[in-house]
């Protein structure tokens, strides 16, 4: 059985090896200095299954039977899964914004349509990202609405990690995690559990759905359109060609009059025939002609 302080060194064409499979499955690109990062968390997974070669590991995800499973455990291993409750407000307030507009906007129009905000997050990891916005948008004022026209919002977090997806759906937090949560927030959209816990209210929790898919693949996925797309600390893992593809499926996705919100590092110098950019401080954002 290999431990940690006897895994082999790794010589630099077997990191090539496992960069190259991490990027060709999921994007994510592991720079030369990450090595030490991969062979610690290449090293968990081999002590828990036994082995003491990397590629005698590496051969395994190929071709052995539940070489899939294996895979989705190491994949969360491999991944960067930060993230924390309102960790970009200028973004979450832009967000806020484009939603306030779409109520004036229903307020003032003859339509008796319901008016239905549906919103994306992409690599939401364990959900904060999304209940940040779903608290944001609960909180909105709607008595502009006539009575008789609804406000409905929903949230999709999207992420290639099947335990940060488990956890997302749970809504588990323990209390330091909330530290960027007001009081009242927290009075309002948590419930207290044993032991320093809080749970998101079911009332917030019934408004998302996590679902499990790799960005690289959204060519595959169902076109369904979004009012805002929120891809905030994800691309920044991939190469510059990756994200450009990936952002295109994106704008894709921007229902029209749609907000697409980046996070500041994610892609440099967008440029593409359907969206707009937004003036703000600090994110990227870019709005879809045709609202
Ligand atoms: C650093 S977290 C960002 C979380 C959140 N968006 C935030 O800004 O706080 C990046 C997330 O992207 C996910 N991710 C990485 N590659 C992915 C892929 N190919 N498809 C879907 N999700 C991916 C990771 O699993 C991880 O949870």
């Known amino acids: 059985m290999a431990a940690y302080d006897q895994m082999p060194d790794m010589d630099s064409e077997e990191f090539k090896r496992w960069q190259s499979l991490l990027e060709e499955r999921t994007g994510v690109w592991l720079s030369e200095n990450r090595k030490s990062f991969l062979i610690t968390n290449l090293a968990q997974r081999m002590r828990e299954k036994g082995f003491d070669s990397y590629q005698a590991y590496f051969e395994s995800l190929d071709r052995s039977v539940g070489s899939a499973v294996e895979w989705a455990s190491l994949v ?17 307030e832009l ?6 507009k779409m109520i004036k906007n229903a307020s003032k129009s003859d339509s008796a349509q319901p008016l239905n905000a549906q919103v994306w997050s992409v690599g939401c990891s364990t959900g904060e990202e999304v209940y940040s916005l779903a608290m944001m948008l609960s909180d909105l004022d709607t008595s502009k609405l006539e009575r008789t026209k609804k ?10 990690s099947f335990p940060a997806l488990a956890q997302a759906r749970e809504g588990i937090y323990h209390q330091r995690r909330l530290m960027h949560v007001s009081p ?11 032991d320093g816990y809080y749970q998101v209210k079911n009332q917030l929790r019934h408004r998302t759905c996590f679902v499990q898919a790799n960005i690289q693949e959204l060519e ?7 009012d805002v797309i929120y891809c905030q600390n994800v691309l920044i893992y991939f190469q510059n060609n990756r994200r450009q593809q990936i952002v295109e499926q994106l704008v894709n996705r921007l229902a029209p009059g749609g907000l697409l919100v980046l996070g500041p590092g994610e892609l440099n110098n967008l440029s593409h025939p359907l969206i707009e950019k937004v003036s703000t401080k600090h994110c990227q954002a870019y709005l879809r002609a045709g609202g």
Do not use: C, M
């Not at 967000?95 to 306030?100: A, F, G, N, R, S």
């Not at 595959?220 to 979004?226: D, E, F």
């Open 151 to 160: 406000f409905y919002f929903g949230l999709t977090g999207v992420d290639i």
């Open 76 to 92: 969360d291993l491999l991944t960067v899964h930060e993230t924390r409750f309102f960790r970009d407000n200028e973004s979450i």
């Open 184 to 194: 009242v927030l927290i009075e309002k959209y948590f419930d207290s559990l044993a």
């Open 220 to 226: 595959s996925s169902p076109k369904q359109l979004y």
């Open 95 to 100: 967000v806020k914004k484009h939603v306030e």
